[in-house]
């Protein structure tokens, strides 16, 4: 066991770097979604937005590309810092202690090993929310049929096949979603499941970022496309990301083509329809 205090702020400080490096590229990656993708849907106008609609969606780019480069430059500067430091607290050791080599690098790595498995693995973890549930299909389903009458029998549900990084996706989570739920928020008949694949680790980051707060199912490539192409009962359909479908207080999907959260008042029409019904 080191017992050097140098050694140790040394190592946590070096550990710590790799944390806010991973934060940076996270940020980086945001920023490539949040401000140069949505900048390029929204000036493409891609789904028919309002005036109203584009000139939020431009307010809150800016705003994300003010939070996104600050982040990114006081993390990258800090991770500097604590490089920097690290190596002259390694050099106190190295002048106080006479120890062999191989010891501290190999601690060293083990406690870096150990930081990153940490944020990586074990917070994403920790994320709950009682306003979002994660669910999963059995081996052999490919239909929505026992998922729907476990966990939403009797209910009117908004299903949305997304991806992890599927930028009209993540737009809609960004801009739409949230105003649409909140017209709906003193429903009880009303539930909302989101059929997800990509990286299963960015999957939970960009539900917690999003709020995307509902019922979350991650599935892989082949049992993605076969949910799909059964909700949709088209077995030679291309998947499209994002796709909505709408099922009935019986169970049965009654909306294959649903219109996405952005198109608030279409969407709001046929889900008024289908929870009037008994």
Request: net charge positive; aromatic share 0%; charged share 10%.
């Given at each position: 066991m080191i017992k050097s205090k140098f050694f140790w702020i040394g190592a946590i400080l070096?550990?710590?770097?790799?944390?806010l490096l991973i934060d940076v590229t996270k940020h980086?990656?945001?920023w490539k979604t949040e401000v140069h993708d949505e900048m390029i849907y929204a000036v493409q106008n891609t789904y028919n937005f309002t005036v109203q609609?584009?000139?939020d969606i431009l307010d809150r780019i800016l705003e994300s590309n003010k939070t996104l480069m600050?982040?990114?430059c006081i993390k990258s500067f800090i991770s500097i810092i604590f490089f920097v430091l690290s190596l002259y607290f390694f050099r106190l050791f190295a002048k106080t202690e006479k120890t062999n080599f191989m010891k501290p690098l190999i601690t060293c790595i083990a406690l870096v090993v150990c930081f990153v498995l940490v944020k990586v693995l074990l917070l994403p973890k920790l994320y709950q929310d009682e306003k979002v549930k994660f669910v999963e299909l059995q081996h052999d389903e490919d239909n929505l049929n026992n998922l729907y009458h476990t966990n939403f029998n009797g209910k009117v549900v908004y299903v949305d096949f997304w991806g992890t990084t599927c930028g009209p996706c993540l737009e809609e989570f960004r801009n739409f979603t949230k105003p649409l739920k909140d017209k709906y928020k003193l429903k009880n008949d009303i539930a909302y499941l989101y059929v997800s694949q990509g990286n299963r680790y960015l999957w939970k980051q960009q539900i917690e970022r999003y709020n995307i707060e509902g019922t979350h199912l991650f599935l892989n490539n082949n049992q993605y496309d076969k949910l799909y192409k059964q909700s949709i009962r088209n077995n030679k359909a291309v998947v499209f990301m994002p796709r909505y479908l709408i099922i009935d207080k019986h169970g049965k999907i009654v909306e294959t083509r649903a219109p996405q959260p952005s198109n608030v008042?279409?969407?709001?029409?046929?889900?008024?329809?289908y929870l009037a019904a008994n």
């Open positions: 070096l550990a710590t770097t790799p944390l980086a990656l945001s609609q584009k000139a600050a982040a990114m008042d279409s969407i709001s029409t046929i889900l008024n329809k």
